[in-house]
C-alpha cells in the first residue's frame, strides 16, 4: 500500500528529532553585541537561520535568506503562495541554575526535549518543515506553492517580517506554530501610551509633599514593586506612618520611603498579577499632601489605581469573540519639572477587544485624560486580528486539528500579540495542546517528543487539506479586520 504523508512524518521522525536538536544547541538569542549590518540580530541568529535553511535545501526545498533577517524554504508549484510563519529567535535562557539540564544542550530524557525554543518556536518551525517533507515524500501533487518563512527576531519588535513585507511576496493565507491549539483566531488589539502630568510648584517648607513615586518598567509587566518619598517634617511623621498603616514604610532623612509589593505577571493577563503601583497609589491618595500633590496623587489614584478593565478611565467593554479589555497600569515615574515641579509619567498597555473601535477608543481617553491635567501619547499601536471561525482558513485546520485528535474544540482568542498581525489571513495553530502549561519563555522549557509527532502530524494534514482546496470562491477582503498596510506600518514592539 502507498503511504501517506503521516506515514513518511513517522518514518523521518528521528531525523527530525536529530535536526531540531542541532537547532536548539545555537543559542539564536538576540545579541546587541554582534549584530552587524550583516547580521542584524546578531551571529547566533544568524548562524540558526542558515543552519535551518541548510537542511531543507537538502530535502529539496527552494530557500532564500534576506540580510540574515528572515528567510523562508518553499516547496510546491502554482499560483498561490500559502504561507507558515515561524522564528528562529529564542527569548534569553535566563538564570542557568533555573533550568534541569542546560538551555542549549537539547537534552532528550524519558520522551522530553528539553531546551530554550523547544516549544517556542524552534521545534515547532522544525515540525512544519518535516511535515512539508512528508507531502513531499508521499509523492502529493502540489497545487500551489507553500512557504515556510522564518523570522529572527519575532521576540524583539518583530523586525524580521517587516522585513520580509518590503520585498517578498505575501502568502494568501498563513499559519503560524507559535501559541497554542486548537486555533487562534481572535488576538486584541494591543494600545500603549504614555500619559504625562506636570505638577504644581508651591510647595512650601512645611508642607507635606511627594519627592518620588516609582514603579513598574516595562509595558507588558504588571509591576511587582513600587515606591514613593513623603518629604514630611518630623511632627508629621508619626501620624502619616499611622495613615498608611500596612505599607512597608521607613523613615529617612527629611521624610517617609514608602514601599508596596505585588506579584508580576503578563500584561495580556493582567488578573494573575497584583499591581504594585495601584497599591501605592491608593493609600497615598489618603496622605494630606500639599494641594499640588494632593490633586496630582488623586487623579492619578482616580485614572489608573483601581481595576484591571481600564475602569478609571471608563473604557471598560468586552466582546464575545474576545473577552474583555484589560489595563495594565504598567509603571509610574517622576521626574523633576521645571521651577521645583514634577513631572508625573504613567505607562499603559491596554489590550482590547476585536470588534472596539479603535479610534473611539483613543478618543475616549485622550477627553479623560486631559481633563485631568495628562497629555496622552501613544507609544504603539497594534491593530487587534480577527478570522471568523467559518473562514476558510479556520476550519480546515480544524478539520486537520481533528483528523489526528478526534476532537474539535472551538477557536480560541487571546490577549498576546503574534507574528500573525504582519500578515493577511493568518492565524496561530499550535503547538501547545489545549489544557497543556505554557513553557515558552520560561525555565525548563520543553517539548513531549509524542506532542512534536503529533503536532507534525497535524501540521501535515493540514497542509495536505490547503493543497487539496480550491480557494477561488473565497474572498479573504471581506474575512479580515486588518490589511497588510494597517500593520506594516504599526512601530515595532
Ligand atoms: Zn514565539
Redesign the pocket.
Known amino acids: 500500500m502507498k503511504k501517506s504523508a503521516r506515514d513518511f512524518a513517522d518514518i523521518n521522525f528521528e531525523d527530525q528529532i536529530r535536526d531540531t536538536r542541532e537547532i536548539i544547541k545555537i543559542p539564536s538569542v538576540f545579541d546587541e553585541e554582534t549584530a552587524s549590518p550583516k547580521t542584524p540580530f546578531g551571529a547566533g541568529a544568524a548562524r540558526a537561520l542558515e543552519a535551518f535553511l541548510r537542511v531543507a535545501e537538502k530535502m529539496g526545498f527552494r530557500v532564500k535568506n534576506i540580510d540574515n533577517s528572515v528567510g523562508y524554504a518553499e516547496i510546491g508549484e502554482g499560483e498561490e503562495l500559502a504561507g507558515i510563519l515561524a ?1 528562529l529567535d529564542v527569548m534569553p535562557a535566563g538564570r542557568p541554575d533555573d533550568w534541569k539540564y542546560p538551555p542549549f544542550d537539547a537534552v532528550v530524557e524519558n520522551g522530553t526535549l528539553w531546551g530554550r525554543g523547544a516549544v ?2 524552534k521545534g515547532p518551525a522544525m515540525a512544519a518543515l518535516y511535515a512539508l517533507k512528508a507531502l513531499k515524500d508521499a509523492g502529493v501533487n502540489f497545487t500551489r506553492r507553500f512557504r515556510l518563512i522564518l523570522g529572527l527576531d ?2 524583539n519588535g518583530s523586525r524580521c517580517i517587516k522585513r520580509y513585507n518590503e520585498t517578498e511576496e505575501p502568502p494568501v493565507f498563513s499559519f503560524s506554530p ?2 497554542s491549539f486548537p486555533v487562534v483566531n481572535a488576538e486584541k488589539g494591543i494600545l500603549r501610551l504614555v500619559l504625562t502630568k506636570r505638577s504644581a510648584n508651591e510647595t512650601s517648607a512645611e508642607e507635606i509633599s511627594l519627592l518620588a513615586l516609582n514603579g513598574g518598567d516595562r509595558f507588558n509587566v504588571v509591576p511587582d514593586y513600587a515606591f514613593a518619598f513623603v518629604k514630611c517634617g518630623a511632627e508629621s511623621r508619626g501620624r502619616i506612618k499611622n495613615i498608611l498603616e500596612g505599607m512597608a514604610v521607613s523613615e529617612k532623612d527629611g521624610g517617609i520611603l514608602v514601599e508596596a509589593r505585588g506579584t508580576a505577571a503578563h500584561a495580556m493577563e493582567p488578573e494573575k498579577g497584583d499591581n504594585a503601583v495601584q497599591k501605592i497609589l491608593r493609600r497615598l491618595k489618603e496622605v494630606d499632601f500639599c494641594a499640588g500633590d494632593a490633586e496630582a496623587v488623586g487623579s492619578l489614584c482616580e485614572l489608573f489605581g483601581h481595576g484591571i478593565g481600564g475602569e478609571g478611565l471608563g473604557i471598560a467593554s468586552e466582546d464575545e469573540i474576545s473577552g474583555p479589555l484589560t489595563c495594565n497600569t504598567a509603571s509610574v515615574e517622576t521626574r523633576p519639572g521645571d521651577r521645583a515641579g514634577k513631572i508625573f509619567k504613567v505607562k499603559l498597555d491596554i489590550r482590547y477587544p476585536v470588534t472596539l473601535d479603535s479610534q473611539r477608543l483613543i478618543e475616549n481617553i485622550a477627553r479623560k485624560a486631559e481633563d485631568s491635567g495628562f497629555e496622552p501619547e501613544i507609544a504603539t499601536h497594534k491593530p487587534p486580528l480577527y478570522v471568523p471561525k467559518d473562514d476558510f482558513v479556520v476550519k480546515t485546520l480544524l478539520d486537520a486539528y481533528e483528523s489526528v485528535t478526534g476532537d474539535r474544540p472551538a477557536p480560541v482568542s487571546m490577549g498576546g500579540g ?2 500573525c498581525r504582519f500578515m493577511p489571513n493568518s492565524v496561530s495553530f499550535g503547538p501547545v495542546f489545549p489544557g497543556q502549561p505554557e513553557l ?1 519563555h520560561q525555565a525548563n522549557e520543553r517539548i513531549q517528543l509524542e506532542d512534536l509527532r503529533k503536532c507534525t502530524h497535524i501540521y501535515a494534514e493540514a497542509l495536505l487539506r490547503f493543497n487539496e482546496r480550491v480557494t477561488a470562491d473565497w474572498d479573504p477582503a471581506s474575512h479580515c479586520t486588518h490589511t497588510l498596510n494597517d500593520v506594516t506600518k504599526q512601530n515595532p514592539n
Open positions: 522564528h517556542d518556536d519575532e521576540e507559535d501559541a503574534t507574528y515558552a
